[in-house]
Structure formats: structure tokens, C-alpha cells
């Protein structure tokens, strides 16, 4: 849980940054950065949801 905050916080800092980001590369290093940290926070809530067992 406290990993996922740090990565949330991280993301959203990355997204303000972006906003004030001059230049085209810039933007687009922290625009890779976002990225990289929105799939490292769904993965690690993926992996903490509960599995339903379905067994007919």
C-alpha cells in the first residue's frame, strides 16, 4: 500500500511537471515518465485484488 501512495504521489508530481514543461523533449521525457509510473501503479494494484473463484 505504501509503495502504490509513493508511486501515486510520484505521478502526480510527473503530471505538474509536464504542465510547466518547456520544449517539446522535455515534455515528452517526463510524458515516458507518467507513463512508466501509471503501469507500475495498475500493476500493483492488480496484483492486490482479491481473485473470485468461479467453478461451475
Do not use: H
Request: charged share 25%; net charge positive; with cysteine.
Amino acid at each position: 500500500m505504501v509503495m502504490t501512495t509513493k508511486l501515486t504521489y510520484r505521478y502526480a508530481f510527473t503530471l505538474l511537471k509536464m504542465k510547466n514543461a518547456v520544449g517539446r523533449n522535455e515534455y515528452m521525457d517526463l510524458a515516458k515518465e507518467a507513463n512508466l509510473l501509471w503501469y507500475q501503479i495498475v500493476s500493483k494494484k492488480a496484483k492486490n485484488t482479491p481473485r473470485i473463484n468461479c467453478r461451475a
